[in-house]
């Protein structure tokens, strides 16, 4: 079953060949809602051809730098994860710091470092070299 939309708001093109979208879509059942045009949608819950069809040429274009700006925040949420999730539980419980050698707690103090340090890698934040976790 399609569910026919007939009006989108707010397109942003996401990508420079300007097939892939970022929209609002007035929902029959939800209103406005937020959502994602992509080519590689195989759910024809929503007829994605028609879609393109209503945004036809009112879209916000591709913008390199806001590209840059939402997966630099996505990397620094990842790393963020990371900080929280793998370092975190070790460095902030003094029994388990205790318990490491010296040479184990340099290497999770570089680590921490390095996770810090990832925003400052050349190529950030399209190419991420991320440090290897301690074992």
Do not use: C
């Amino acid at each position: 079953m399609t569910i026919e939309i007939t009006e989108v708001r707010n397109a942003q093109s996401m990508n420079a060949e300007n097939t892939q979208f970022d929209l609002e879509i007035n929902h029959p059942d939800y209103g406005w809602i937020p959502y994602a045009l992509t080519p590689w949608d195989t759910d024809m819950t929503i007829d994605n051809t028609a879609l393109l069809s209503l945004i036809g040429t009112d879209f916000a274009p591709f913008s390199q730098a806001d590209h840059d700006a939402r997966v630099a925040a996505f990397v620094r949420d990842q790393r963020d994860v990371k900080l929280s999730s793998e370092v975190d539980p070790i460095v902030t419980n003094p029994l388990r710091w205790a318990d490491l050698t010296t040479e184990k707690q340099n290497e999770w103090t570089q680590y921490r470092t390095d996770l810090l340090n990832v925003p400052q890698q050349a190529g950030f934040p399209n190419t991420i070299n991320w440090p290897t976790k301690p074992e």
